[in-house]
C-alpha cells in the first residue's frame, strides 16, 4: 500500500482514555490528506468499514473492531492575521492531529484569544468539532470558521463552514446526516487578538470572586485548569471518557414532575434561549445514590457522578462491558426515579 503501513490485529489499549482492551482488525495512522486517501482507497478496496481515531477520549471500544482503524495524525498550524470591522483578529488552521490543550496554551502565548475557557479538554484537534466540545460557558462553535474534509466513501476533499456543521449542545452534522461519512483534517478558528473575557459561568465567577483579581485571559485558562483537575479525574491516574451522559435538555413544563419526585430538594437547572432548561445529569445520577459506587472493575466517580471510570488499566477483557452495563443501570434507575432518558456521550464501537 505504497509508504502507508497497513497493520493487523492491533491492540489499542494505550490508545483509548477508558483504557479498556480492543483489537483493530486493521490500523493506520495516517500524517497526510494524501495517506488519508490512501487509507480510504484501502478500505474501500477491501471493503472494510472505517473508524477515525483521534486522541480516543471520548469513544468506547468492543473487544474486536473489524474494519479499518484511522488514528489521524496529521500535525502542524498556521495563521493569517486580518483586520474587522473594529479589531483584529487571526484566523488560525489547525491540522486534526494536534492535541487540543497544547494548542489552546499556543494561542494564548501569542496573545490570540477565545479559547481560554476550553483548556485542559482532552483530545485532538480534529475531533473537537464532532460534538462541538464545550465547557465553563463557551463551545467550540463560537469559533470556528471552516474544517477540511475527505469524504469516506469517494475520497473527495472538500470545506464546510460552521453554519453546514449545524452545531449544538454536544452535536453537530458529524453525529447527525454525516455521521461515519467524513474525517476532519483540518479545521480554522477565528480568534481575537483583543481580551474578551467571560466568566459568566458560576464555578469561574466564583474563583475570581475569591481571587480579587481582574481576569486576563491567562488567568481564566489557569483558573479553567484549576477547577478541572480539581473535579475531574486524569485519565492517565484514573481511566474514563470525561462525562459519560449529556446534561438532559427537558421542557420547563417537565421539571415541575422532578421538583415534584425530589419534594423540597431544590433541583439545579439553567434556562436555555428557547424556553427549555437543561438539568445537570451529575445531579440526576446523585440523587440515585450512584456516586462511588463499584461494579466489577468499573465504577462512578466518588467526586463527580457524570464520570464512569475503569479502575483496571491492564485490559481486562470484561471493562467495556461493565462500563456499559453501569451506564444502563443508572440510565435505568434516572428513567424511573425522573421519567428523564439520559443520553449516552461518548462514542460506542464495535459490538457488545
Ligand atoms: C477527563 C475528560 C474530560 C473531558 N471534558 C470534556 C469537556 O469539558 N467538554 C467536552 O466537550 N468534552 C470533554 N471530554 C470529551 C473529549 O475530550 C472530547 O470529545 C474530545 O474532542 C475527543 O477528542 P479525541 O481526539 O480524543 O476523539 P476520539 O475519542 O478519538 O474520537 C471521538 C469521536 O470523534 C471521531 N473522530 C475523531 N477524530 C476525527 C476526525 N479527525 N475526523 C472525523 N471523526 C473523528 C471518532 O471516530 C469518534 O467518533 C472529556 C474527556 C475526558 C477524558
Redesign the pocket.
Known amino acids: 500500500m505504497g509508504d502507508l503501513q497497513i497493520e493487523t490485529k492491533k491492540s489499542l489499549l494505550t490508545m483509548?482514555?477508558m483504557a479498556l482492551a480492543s483489537t483493530a482488525e486493521y490500523f493506520c495512522s495516517v500524517s497526510t490528506v494524501d495517506e488519508v486517501q490512501k487509507a480510504l482507497s484501502f478500505a474501500r478496496k477491501h471493503n472494510l468499514a472505517v473508524?477515525?481515531?483521534?486522541?480516543?477520549?471520548?469513544?468506547v471500544l468492543a473487544s474486536n473492531l473489524s474494519g479499518l482503524v484511522v488514528h489521524?495524525g496529521l500535525k502542524g498550524w498556521e495563521s493569517v492575521v486580518s483586520q474587522g470591522v473594529s479589531t483584529e483578529y487571526v484566523d488560525v488552521t489547525f491540522a486534526?492531529g494536534e492535541n487540543?490543550h497544547d494548542m489552546v496554551l499556543m494561542c494564548l502565548d501569542r496573545g490570540w484569544y477565545g479559547l481560554e475557557n476550553?483548556s485542559l479538554?482532552?483530545?485532538?484537534m480534529?475531533?473537537?468539532a464532532?460534538?462541538?466540545?464545550?465547557?465553563y460557558g463557551v463551545e467550540l462553535s463560537s469559533r470556528l470558521v471552516s474544517l477540511q474534509?475527505v469524504d469516506i466513501h469517494s475520497g473527495t476533499c472538500s470545506e464546510l463552514d460552521r453554519e453546514a456543521c449545524q452545531f449544538s449542545y454536544?452535536d453537530s452534522v458529524?453525529k447527525q446526516s454525516l455521521k461515519d461519512k467524513?474525517?476532519?483534517?483540518h479545521l480554522t478558528l477565528r480568534l481575537s487578538t483583543e481580551p474578551n473575557i467571560n466568566i459568566d459561568y458560576p464555578a469561574l465567577n466564583a474563583y475570581f470572586v475569591a481571587l480579587d483579581k481582574d481576569p486576563t485571559p491567562q488567568l481564566v485558562s489557569n483558573a479553567v485548569c484549576k477547577i478541572?483537575r480539581e473535579k475531574?479525574?486524569?485519565?492517565n491516574e484514573l481511566a474514563?471518557?470525561?462525562?459519560f451522559f449529556k446534561n438532559p435538555v427537558i421542557a420547563r413544563s417537565a421539571l415541575a414532575h422532578v421538583q415534584a419526585v425530589d419534594g423540597n430538594v431544590e433541583v439545579p437547572f439553567y434556562p436555555q434561549t428557547d424556553g427549555s432548561v437543561k438539568v445537570p445529569a451529575a445531579w440526576l445520577i446523585d440523587q440515585c445514590q450512584f456516586r462511588g459506587v463499584r461494579r466489577g472493575n468499573v465504577g462512578v466517580h466518588d467526586k463527580q457522578a457524570l464520570?464512569l471510570v475503569n479502575y483496571s488499566n491492564e485490559g481486562d477483557n470484561d471493562s467495556a462491558r461493565e462500563v456499559l452495563a453501569l451506564a444502563k443501570e443508572i440510565q435505568v434507575a434516572v428513567k424511573v426515579r425522573f421519567g428523564i432518558v439520559l443520553e449516552v456521550?461518548?462514542?460506542i464501537?464495535g459490538s457488545f
Not at 473508524?51 to 469513544?59: Q, R, Y
Not at 479538554?121 to 485532538?124: D, K, L, S, T
Not at 464532532?130 to 465547557?135: M, S, T
Open positions: 483509548n482514555t473508524t477515525p481515531l483521534g486522541a480516543g477520549s471520548n469513544v489521524l486534526a487540543w476550553l479538554i482532552p483530545g485532538n480534529g475531533a473537537a464532532i460534538q462541538n466540545i464545550g465547557a474534509v454536544r458529524f467524513c474525517i476532519i483534517t478541572r475531574l479525574p486524569d485519565p474514563n471518557v470525561g462525562s464520570v456521550e461518548p462514542r464501537y
